[in-house]
């Protein structure tokens, strides 16, 4: 499966900013995930959600302030991400595949990154 990752940029502490990944193909058993990596940090989980039903997964430090959605007829998931705070700061990777939702190791495919940069 290829990923394509985009929407990233340069934005003020509090402001919002839509990432998309597009996907090749999907399978109805995979999840898509993102996940970010700050200089110096190890790569983290950040939001997950099954290409087949409602469920969706947030890490802690962004639940009710990001939100993934996704397009089944696009192959296609969003990272809608409002009320930016500095710290979230970093590149952004879209990935899928079979398992846990948020250990790197559970997914196979992964995207080129996007960077996102908060000011403050």
């Known amino acids: 499966v290829q990923l394509q990752a985009s929407g990233g940029g340069l934005v003020q502490a509090g402001g919002s900013l839509r990432l998309s990944c597009a996907a090749s193909?999907?399978?109805?058993?995979?999840?898509m995930g993102w996940f970010r990596q700050a200089p110096g940090k190890e790569r983290e989980f950040v939001a997950a959600?099954?290409?087949?039903?409602?469920?969706?997964y947030y890490a802690d430090s962004v639940k009710g302030r990001f939100t993934i959605s996704r397009d089944n007829a696009k192959n296609t998931v969003y990272l809608q991400m409002n009320s930016l705070k500095p710290e979230d700061t970093a590149v952004y990777y879209c990935?899928?595949?079979?398992?846990?939702?948020?250990?790197?190791?559970?997914?196979?495919?992964w995207g080129q990154g996007t960077q996102v940069t908060v000011s403050s």
């Open positions: 959600i099954m290409w087949w039903g409602p469920t969706t």
């Open positions: 990935a899928t595949g079979v398992g846990s939702v948020s250990r790197t190791g559970d997914y196979n495919d």
């Open positions: 193909t999907r399978f109805s058993r995979n999840k």
